[in-house]
């Protein structure tokens, strides 16, 4: 699975992401400061699922069009740098969800999706 984070994204977390084996690109290091837009964009041709603390990109996906492969949107609170990393991983190894083809809005206490049609 291919991982796109948002300049959002503690570089601890992408890091850390990176180091238990995740093919994942960082916003903040290929391309800073580009539009949500052009990241939605990176994420479709490079077929990444995007992880994000940004809320807009429900508006890009739901009332704009945009597909991407996914997109896991982040609701933590006070946090440290490499919790959000940690929080992917965990997130990603539970088998009762599907990540690719749906909105993944995650905190810790609720987990919810919805289909990308």
């Not at 699975?1 to 300049?7: I, P, R």
């Not at 539009?35 to 699922?49: F, G, K, N, P």
Request: a negative charge.
């Amino acid at each position: 699975m291919k991982l796109l984070a948002n300049e959002n994204i503690p570089l601890a977390s992408y890091k850390y992401l990176i180091e238990v084996g995740y093919d994942i690109i960082h916003v903040g290091e290929v391309n800073p400061s580009i539009l949500d837009q052009e990241v939605m964009e990176l994420a479709i041709r490079e077929s990444r699922i995007i992880i994000t603390f940004d809320r807009d990109y429900g508006t890009l996906v739901f009332k704009q069009g945009f597909k991407p492969l996914g997109v896991i949107y982040l609701r933590l609170s006070g946090y440290s740098p490499i919790f959000p990393g940690k929080f992917i991983e965990t997130l990603l190894q539970i088998n009762s969800f599907e990540f690719i083809g749906n909105f993944t809005v995650a905190s810790e206490e609720n987990i919810r999706q919805r289909k990308i049609s």
